[in-house]
């Protein structure tokens, strides 16, 4: 099969764009993007993912709004139309790569619609591969790049239209590739990867955009080599983060952020101070993540040549999440991604930050 892409000659194995070089299910591709307005009206994530060895793209979009979140599952046949970026009401249009893409969510059963173009100003910053074994076994091996910027646009939502402007509203983008764990579907005839447990601390993801610059840097106590990574994102230049200090606080039990400081060193001996005020939480669950379609089968898995699923939860309490029934849950995870304001350097921007509170002895299967 060919595809429009195949007309350029960038082909890095003897196959087509239409296949890859695995056949693992788990190999993906794709989106995932943060906005935010410092007002905290509104602040959501979404994601575009395609599965070419299951034929599937699938995406979702998470918005919060007035402490209620509204979720959109949304998955289609990937083929034939491959390098289309678009899955029932939800695209993503690239305008110019990697500075400017469009992201837009047109009618829908829950009633929220978006209409955002996204720019950066500042080069992406790649990570290197990164690939897991368990006793030989591979685990993952994927890539990234992230960028942030400004964004403009309209979302709509329970009845209201707001519109966001750049000075005001950013966006975070991380855009991956390879196999990750817990995607594709189940592996029913597969032995069972040993049990793991959690190195207790505290993880941090964070993509920030500021007047003057970006940034990214991760933290996990597991010791991952991708732990302790960071890179401050000018106009001209990239500057590796060598040092990152936190004074964060929680709401009461102590597993969501609600506030704090952290700051950053970098190689050029550069040293940025940011205070944090929180602005709302969302669970990428909404989104399909940790199983959480109706099915239970999680992301990559095909569903219908269309299909579209989702509901609204009421997310005001810092770790209870009650459903349109009226039910209170809870997940056995700590995930969550905080949207907050930050004041620094060059006046006022925001983040997307990742922050989890990893407790003694606690189990991971993701």
Same mark, same amino acid.
């Given at each position: 099969m060919l595809i429009g892409l195949d007309e350029y000659p960038f082909h890095q194995i003897a196959e087509s764009f239409a296949g890859a070089a695995t056949g693992d299910p788990s190999w993906n591709d794709g989106h995932y993007v943060g906005v935010a307005?410092?007002?905290?009206?509104?602040?959501?994530?979404?994601?575009?993912?395609?599965?070419?060895?299951?034929?599937?793209?699938?995406?979702?979009?998470?918005?919060r709004h007035g402490g209620r979140q509204y979720n959109l599952r949304v998955s289609r046949r990937l083929r034939p139309e491959l390098d289309m970026l678009r899955v029932g009401p939800l695209a993503i249009e690239i305008v110019e790569p990697l500075r400017e893409f469009r992201l837009t969510l047109g009618s829908n059963e829950l009633g929220i619609a978006l209409d955002l173009l996204c720019r950066s100003t500042t080069p992406p910053s790649r990570s290197p591969v990164e690939t897991t074994r368990v006793d030989g076994r591979l685990v993952s091996e994927r890539t990234t790049y992230e960028l942030t910027g400004t964004c403009s646009g309209t979302v709509e939502v329970a009845g209201e239209r707001y519109e966001l402007v750049r000075g005001s509203a950013d966006f975070f983008r991380n855009h991956s590739w390879g196999m990750h764990p817990g995607r594709g579907g189940p592996r029913p005839y597969a032995a069972p990867g040993a049990a793991k447990r959690r190195v207790p601390g505290v993880r941090q993801w964070?993509?920030?955009?500021?007047?003057?610059?970006?940034?990214?840097?991760?933290?996990?106590?597991?010791?991952?080599?991708?732990? *302790?990574? @960071? !890179?401050?994102?000018?106009? %001209?230049? =990239?500057?590796?983060?060598?040092?990152?200090?936190?004074?964060? $606080?929680f709401y009461d039990g102590g597993r969501r952020l609600s506030g704090g400081s952290f700051a950053l060193t970098d190689a050029e001996g550069g040293h940025r101070e940011y205070r944090i005020d929180d602005l709302g939480w969302i669970y990428c669950q909404g989104g399909g993540?940790?199983?959480?379609?109706?099915?239970?089968? *999680?992301? @990559? !898995?095909?569903?219908?040549? %269309?299909? =579209?699923?989702?509901?609204?939860?009421?997310?005001?309490?810092? $770790?209870?999440?009650?459903?349109?029934?009226?039910?209170?849950?809870?997940?056995?995870?700590?995930?969550?991604e905080s949207f907050v304001r930050l004041t620094g350097p060059g006046g006022t921007g925001s983040a997307h930050y990742e922050c989890v509170v990893i407790r003694e002895g606690e189990s991971w299967s993701g």
């Amino acid at each position: 099969m060919l595809i429009g892409l195949d007309e350029y000659p960038f082909h890095q194995i003897a196959e087509s764009f239409a296949g890859a070089a695995t056949g693992d299910p788990s190999w993906n591709d794709g989106h995932y993007v943060g906005v935010a307005d410092h007002a905290g009206r509104v602040c959501l994530t979404a994601s575009l993912r395609l599965y070419p060895n299951n034929d599937v793209m699938d995406g979702f979009v998470c918005l919060r709004h007035g402490g209620r979140q509204y979720n959109l599952r949304v998955s289609r046949r990937l083929r034939p139309e491959l390098d289309m970026l678009r899955v029932g009401p939800l695209a993503i249009e690239i305008v110019e790569p990697l500075r400017e893409f469009r992201l837009t969510l047109g009618s829908n059963e829950l009633g929220i619609a978006l209409d955002l173009l996204c720019r950066s100003t500042t080069p992406p910053s790649r990570s290197p591969v990164e690939t897991t074994r368990v006793d030989g076994r591979l685990v993952s091996e994927r890539t990234t790049y992230e960028l942030t910027g400004t964004c403009s646009g309209t979302v709509e939502v329970a009845g209201e239209r707001y519109e966001l402007v750049r000075g005001s509203a950013d966006f975070f983008r991380n855009h991956s590739w390879g196999m990750h764990p817990g995607r594709g579907g189940p592996r029913p005839y597969a032995a069972p990867g040993a049990a793991k447990r959690r190195v207790p601390g505290v993880r941090q993801w964070v993509l920030f955009n500021m007047p003057d610059h970006g940034g990214h840097f991760f933290e996990d106590p597991s010791g991952r080599r991708a732990s *302790g990574r @960071g !890179v401050i994102m000018l106009a %001209d230049r =990239l500057v590796e983060v060598t040092g990152v200090e936190h004074d964060l $606080t929680f709401y009461d039990g102590g597993r969501r952020l609600s506030g704090g400081s952290f700051a950053l060193t970098d190689a050029e001996g550069g040293h940025r101070e940011y205070r944090i005020d929180d602005l709302g939480w969302i669970y990428c669950q909404g989104g399909g993540y940790f199983g959480g379609w109706d099915d239970g089968l *999680g992301q @990559g !898995v095909y569903r219908g040549d %269309d299909y =579209l699923e989702g509901e609204v939860w009421d997310v005001s309490h810092p $770790t209870v999440i009650v459903d349109a029934a009226g039910n209170e849950r809870t997940f056995d995870h700590d995930w969550a991604e905080s949207f907050v304001r930050l004041t620094g350097p060059g006046g006022t921007g925001s983040a997307h930050y990742e922050c989890v509170v990893i407790r003694e002895g606690e189990s991971w299967s993701g």
